[in-house]
Nanobody, 125 residues
């Protein structure tokens, strides 16, 4: 079965950096792109960043633009989120996800087909 597994979460001080990784395993499947989302208790899961494997285009939420960098290697089934200048409001569970058919540029949370279990990121002094 297809699995997405995140790693790299943890506790970091404000202003620090952290790199999240996502590894895809299981039967090969075609996907247009992948993304990162995050969620805090009692709030909806929100978009963080996405990448279109076909074009290489990337998109970022306004709150993280200029601080986070999404990258990866589709052939190697890996996705990375480099997070810099972290703020306490970045504290959340971070999820990676894959979108099979929808155009990545317009894909919403509900368009993503496969999800990881999440990794906790805590930004605190």
């Amino acid at each position: 079965q297809i699995q997405l597994v995140e790693s790299g979460g943890g506790l970091v001080q404000p202003g620090g950096s952290l790199t999240l990784s996502c590894e895809v395993s299981g039967p090969p499947f075609r996907r247009n792109g992948m993304g990162w989302f995050r969620q805090v208790p009692e709030k909806e899961r929100e978009f963080v960043a996405s990448i279109d494997w076909r074009s290489g285009n990337k998109w970022y939420a306004h709150a993280v633009k200029g601080r986070f960098i999404i990258s990866g290697d589709n052939a190697k089934n890996t996705l990375t989120l480099q997070m810099n200048s972290l703020k306490p409001e970045d504290t959340a569970v971070y999820y990676c996800a894959a979108v099979v058919n929808e155009d990545v540029s317009i894909a919403t949370r509900s368009d993503y087909d496969y999800w990881g279990q999440g990794t906790q990121v805590t930004v605190s002094s």
